[in-house]
Nanobody, 131 residues
Framework: DVQLVESGGGSVQAGGSLRLSCATQ????????MGWFRQAPGKEREAVAT????????YYAGSMRDRFTISHVSANNLLYLQMNSLKPEDTAMYYC?????????????????????????WGQGTQVTVS
């Protein structure tokens, strides 16, 4: 089974930065759609950003791109999320996810949709707390 393992979360003061990492295991597809999602207590899981390797395209939810940057290292299939100017409202569990299809046009569509329901593989999450 595909495994996604997040790291890099923690506690930070408002205005600070964190970089989250997502390592993949047993994931050897030619193209991937991977992304970062977050879920705050009492709220629905929401998209932060996604990346489609087929054309190196990134997608961001709303104004996320103002402070967050998603990146991908294809050589070892590592996914990162650089988070700057963090705010208390960014406090949440952050999840790495991947689309569970190898069909490129479906993969790209799910990446651009930014809908958590389109992602079949999930990590356990890493907590980010901003105070």
């Amino acid at each position: 089974d595909v495994q996604l393992v997040e790291s890099g979360g923690g506690s930070v003061q408002a205005g600070g930065s964190l970089r989250l990492s997502c390592a993949t295991q047993k994931f050897h597809w030619s193209n991937v759609c991977m992304g970062w999602f977050r879920q705050a207590p009492g709220k629905e899981r929401e998209a932060v950003a996604t990346f489609f390797s087929g054309n190196d395209t990134t997608y961001y939810a709303g104004s996320m791109r103002d402070r967050f940057t998603i990146s991908h290292v294809s050589a070892n299939n590592l996914l990162y999320l650089q988070m700057n100017s963090l705010k208390p409202e960014d406090t949440a569990m952050y999840y790495c996810a991947a689309v569970s299809t190898t069909v490129n046009y479906i993969m790209k569509s799910r990446c651009s949709d930014l809908n958590p329901a389109g992602f079949g593989f999930w990590g356990q999450g890493t907590q980010v707390t901003v105070s």
